[in-house]
């Protein structure tokens, strides 16, 4: 390797690295490449990421950046960046800035016009929204869940109207008081499923309506050890199996008229009932 590790191009650039989040083979070949290539590697916890470069035997220099000290330490990075230098940014498992360290980085180096590069890589949320049997045509991200209850009931009460999937990490210590809380606010039938250790030797994957999933969680101390993340499935009308005579009658004149949509709301608004409720029924049993 040459004295000059900057890549190719030599467009001083700083490159967003993921990491594996458990498994070492789920680094890709060009993470290997950029952090083997780079002058500098930002890291979370240099100790850890440390390990993981021995692993693959990658020699460069890195540089402690974390929640503690990343907003005075982003702009010492920056001017590395403007004085020609390129530099890898990493946290201790994962895509950096999902929940990690990086945004005060990034944002300055925007600011400065230095070109930021991603790439792709290992993600918690969505490696467990994959595998979680959930619907992922619509969902959010939350982050960590609050570490006081009242913090975590207002996160609930702020979600549980919500039709898209939610996704939350949860600490081992946490867990059971989180998901109590989450049984207060979301009542016992709402579909939730927990991943943990992904990637990992015991990874699992258990969903069950929230309130067995917590009897479940509670009964195994094993369940409540290593990394974790919380999948909320989204709110659901409850459909009416049948509607009264009257009501019907209603929908169907009024649909005759009206586009079904608008006929549900001045129905529903009518016989005082939930019109997302009746909008199904018409789509099921209306031409």
Known sequence: MTDNKTLPDQIPTLFIVPTPIGNLGDITQRAIEVLSSVDLIAAEDTRHT???LSHFNIQTKTFALHDHNEQQKAQVLVEKLLEGQSIALVSDAGTPLISDPGYHLVTKCRQAGVKVVPL???CAVITALSASGLPSDR?????FLPAKSKGRKDKFLEIAKAERTCIF?????RILDSL???LEILGPDREVVLARELTKTFETFQGL????LFEWVQADSNQQRGEMVLLVHGHREAVLESLPDEVTRTLAI????????KAAALAAEIYNLKKNALYKWGLENLD
């Open 50 to 52: 440390g390990k993981l």
């Open 120 to 122: 792709p890589g290992a």
């Open 139 to 143: 969902f959010s991200f939350e982050g």
């Open 169 to 173: 990490y949860e600490s081992p210590h």
């Open 180 to 182: 109590k809380d989450m």
């Open 209 to 212: 309506p929230l309130g067995e």
């Open 254 to 261: 009024l649909s005759k008229e009206l586009p079904l949509k």
